[in-house]
């Protein structure tokens, strides 16, 4: 089992800019990969960002991103804090929603994942 813990969620003015951070519990380094997926009021979930080490463990971790926000995100994680962090800047409202920490022991958390975080609310006034 692993468990997920969100923070950091918040209102920011448009361009404006926030951290996320997701500490994970448990049997983590079952883990494949991990990320952060959002929900917006009347719309269905959607990914945003993903991280998974390299297979050598050597190379830098590999990193998957939303078209929406690429440029703007960066996820990243610090094992030794068994955290993944996402530095959101430039917000946009259309950023408005809930958002998901998840976590998967055979996949990238795109659509789905056996591990969710309770979420955390991010509004971005205009």
């Known amino acids: 089992q692993v468990q997920l813990v969100e923070s950091g969620g918040g209102l920011v003015q448009a361009g404006g800019s926030l951290s996320l951070s997701c500490v994970a519990s448990g049997r983590t380094s079952s883990m494949y990969g991990m990320g952060w997926l959002r929900q917006a009021p009347g719309k269905e979930r959607e990914f945003v960002a993903a991280?998974?080490?390299?297979?050598?463990?050597?190379?830098?971790?590999?990193?998957y991103y939303a078209d929406s926000v690429k440029g703007r995100f960066t996820i990243a994680r610090d094992n030794a804090k068994d955290t993944v962090y996402l530095q959101m800047n430039s917000l946009k409202p259309e950023d408005t929603a809930v958002y998901y920490c998840a976590a998967d022991p055979v996949q990238i958390p795109r659509t789905g994942a056996s591990y969710w975080g309770q979420g955390t609310q991010v509004t971005v006034s205009s």
């Open positions: 991280i998974r080490w390299s297979p050598d463990r050597w190379s830098p971790p590999r990193t």
